[in-house]
T-cell receptor
């Protein structure tokens, strides 16, 4: 199993450009998440999905969009990139089964994005 | 008040010592608690989770949970230089989305 994969690893965008960060998992997880991590900070939830066709906003959704057409893929779209979106982006997934008392999230390797 | 608070550190301990990392949370309805380790430039990896009051041990790691005090800690015994990393505390507040709320992390350095 590859686990959670993300592409690209690095990207530099100019202000106003758009791009899609790709995320895929091969663990048949129902739940998928997008986080951003700014230097010296924890992870902030951007969007999440509890299954194909179902997405919802997290703590910091402005400037981003997502879709979930399959169980495996959960791309994150940045429209009109701004310097404030310079960050490391992590995708994660989890089973989302059981009582929900505990639920490990598995993380991808991250995408380091710089907006100039 | 932040939802999940950690001392940012940096915390330095000598090799072989016990490292103690602390985390407090604000939502009394929180159900489960996770400690992730993150090496510089890498993604977080889970090292412990706990959901019942008391201690949970796994090798050199012990997680401690006190729901009355809204406090969770991680002890690392016999600390090694390879334990040098940022440790993130994460809290699952329940609900259908299984969302985790992360603290800002504590940077630990184990000195040889």
């Amino acid at each position: 199993n590859a686990g959670v994969t993300q592409t690209p690893k690095f990207r530099i965008l100019k202000i106003g450009q758009s791009m899609t960060l790709q995320c895929a998992q091969d663990m048949n997880h129902n739940y998928m998440y997008w986080y951003r991590q700014d230097p010296g900070m924890g992870l902030k939830l951007i969007y999440y999905s509890v299954g194909a066709g179902i997405t919802d906003k997290g703590e910091v959704p402005n400037g981003y969009n997502v879709s979930r057409s399959t169980t495996e893929d959960f791309p994150l779209r940045l429209e009109l990139a701004a310097p404030s979106q310079t960050s490391v982006y992590f995708c994660a997934s989890s089973y989302g089964l059981g009582t929900g008392v505990y639920n490990e999230q598995f993380f991808g390797p991250g995408t380091r994005l710089t907006v100039l | 008040q932040k939802e999940v608070e950690q001392n940012s550190g940096p915390l330095s301990v000598p090799e072989g010592a016990i490292a103690s990392l602390n985390c407090t949370y604000s939502d009394r309805g929180s159900q489960s608690f996770f400690w992730y380790r993150q090496y510089s430039g890498k993604s977080p990896e889970l090292i412990m989770f706990i959901y019942s009051n008391g201690d949970k041990e796994d090798g050199r790691f012990t997680a401690q949970l006190n729901k009355a005090s809204q406090y969770v800690s991680l002890l690392i015994r016999d600390s090694q230089p390879s334990d040098s990393a940022t440790y993130l505390c994460a809290v699952n507040r329940g609900g259908s989305a299984r969302q985790l709320t992360f603290g800002s992390g504590t940077q630990l350095t184990v000195l040889p």
